[in-house]
């Protein structure tokens, strides 16, 4: 699949952090950027949506990013996650890759991480 042609699923509960990411992702090509402000929302963009990669926090409010992956992969088991915090203890990361997550990112998210992360799953990337 062509990066200008996937579906990215954004969700965190900082409207900052959420237009950094759109921007990164917009200047990419990526025209197709749905958002989430909690948890629980992210569950129901998923299942609306189908994205093909999600960006999750940990830390968000409703429902956290350790059960909005349970879920996702409920509802995908191939479901590609990639958490983006600021509070990466080790057993919260540990306990976020056992759930299923395949990458993290550390916040403040920089241009480079996103673009490695997405050429590494599409075709097209930057």
């Known amino acids: 699949m062509?990066?200008?042609d996937a579906k990215i699923l954004i969700?965190?509960?900082s409207i900052l952090v959420r237009s950094q990411?759109?921007?990164?992702?917009?200047s990419m090509g990526v025209s197709s950027i749905i958002e989430a402000s909690n948890g629980q929302e992210a569950v129901e963009r998923y299942q609306e949506h189908?994205?093909?990669?999600v960006?999750?926090?940990?830390?968000m409010p409703v429902k956290d990013g350790h059960a909005a992956i349970s879920e996702i992969k409920e509802?995908?088991?191939?479901?590609?996650?990639?958490i983006v915090s600021s509070v990466g203890t080790q057993s919260q990361l540990r306990q976020a890759i056992q759930l299923g997550a395949k990458d993290f990112?550390?916040?403040?998210?920089?241009?480079?991480?996103?673009?490695s992360i997405l050429n590494d799953r599409f075709e097209g990337g930057a």
Do not use: C, R
């Open 2 to 4: 062509n990066l200008k």
């Open 11 to 13: 969700s965190d509960d």
């Open 21 to 26: 990411l759109k921007d990164i992702l917009s």
């Open 50 to 53: 189908s994205p093909d990669i």
């Open 55 to 59: 960006f999750l926090d940990i830390i």
């Open 75 to 82: 509802i995908n088991p191939d479901a590609d996650i990639v």
């Open 105 to 115: 990112i550390q916040k403040p998210v920089n241009s480079w991480q996103i673009e």
